[in-house]
């Protein structure tokens, strides 16, 4: 009843079939409008992280600023690194370990100029890890220390930081100072930051710790995790619990340009990639 109710407009015939022609020419416009309305919109979402990435690759690939031949290359750099190195295996302050495997073409991810060089982790960086929790370990003082909840993108969380015990000796080892760049080895595999407190903090086992040797702006190297996190190229092994073991870090190719370059990059990324941020608060 209320079907047979309900009041339409009725147009001529002629009109109708006119109207009814007009709309099945348009409807498929709309329709690819309406297509193209929502691949543009994900794009504006994924914009800002996409074209960080990108920078960041530029960057970590050798095209983000130019090179200059007044700078030296990576080589005579690399040089110098592992003359600081023997001096403080000398010394006793790192350890001597087995040399790292030599660098082949298949291990290369991607193309970088020719004044750089490509190293392992190992080669440019002192590494140490944390100390494992044990209850029963009593023995020392009880200091707070970080985790891998503690550790995000190039920032902390410090708020209610639990204490563990530490020796003298533990002290130096499992500590990070001002300057560090810290890995996690579970969790969110090869998550990364850059303690840059004026004090010193202790971390647990599940933390590596890469103490840049000089000649390193370890700044652009926590570029590099970023990027290569992004990439899928830091990956966990294990069965159940995956991990980035030391050796496996340690052993992690990565790109080396002159150090006075190193600074230009991330001088340059340090300006471009706030206004990434300023676009994802304008979505």
């Given at each position: 009843k209320r079907l047979k109710s309900m009041i339409v407009p009725l147009p001529p015939l002629k009109e109708q079939k006119r109207i009814v022609e007009k709309i099945e020419e348009?409807?498929?416009?709309?329709?690819?409008?309406?297509?193209?309305?929502?691949?543009?919109?994900?794009?504006?979402?994924?914009?800002?992280?996409?074209?960080?990435?990108?920078?960041?690759?530029?960057?970590i690939e050798g095209k983000l600023v130019e090179q200059r031949e007044e700078e030296g290359t990576a080589e005579e750099l690399f040089k110098q690194i592992q003359l600081e190195r023997k001096e403080l295996i000398k010394q006793g302050k790192i350890k001597k370990e087995k040399p790292l495997p030599k660098i082949t073409e298949e291990d290369i991810p991607f193309e970088i100029p020719n004044s750089w060089k490509w190293v392992r982790i190992g080669e440019i960086f002192s590494h140490s890890a944390g100390k494992p929790l044990n209850s029963s370990d009593k023995e020392g003082k009880q200091h707070p220390y970080i985790t891998t909840s503690n550790v995000y993108w190039n920032e902390f969380a410090l708020d209610d930081l639990k204490t563990m015990y530490y020796t003298d000796n533990e002290i130096e080892k499992c500590s990070a100072k001002k300057g560090d760049l810290l890995v996690l080895e579970g969790g969110d595999i090869g998550r990364a930051a850059i303690w840059n407190y004026d004090y010193d903090i202790r971390i647990q086992n599940h933390i590596h710790r890469l103490r840049p040797l000089t000649g390193v702006d370890v700044n652009l190297f926590y570029y590099i995790f970023f990027l290569y996190k992004t990439l899928n190229l830091i990956e966990g092994r294990g069965i159940g619990l995956q991990g980035l073991s030391a050796k496996r870090l340690k052993s992690m190719i990565v790109p080396l340009p002159p150090l006075k370059e190193q600074k230009r990059i991330v001088k340059k990324l340090e300006e471009l990639l706030p206004l990434c941020d300023q676009l994802k608060l304008q979505k």
């Open positions: 348009i409807l498929p416009y709309i329709d690819a409008y309406a297509e193209a309305w929502s691949k543009l919109e994900k794009i504006n979402n994924s914009f800002p992280e996409d074209i960080q990435k990108s920078l960041i690759q530029y960057a």
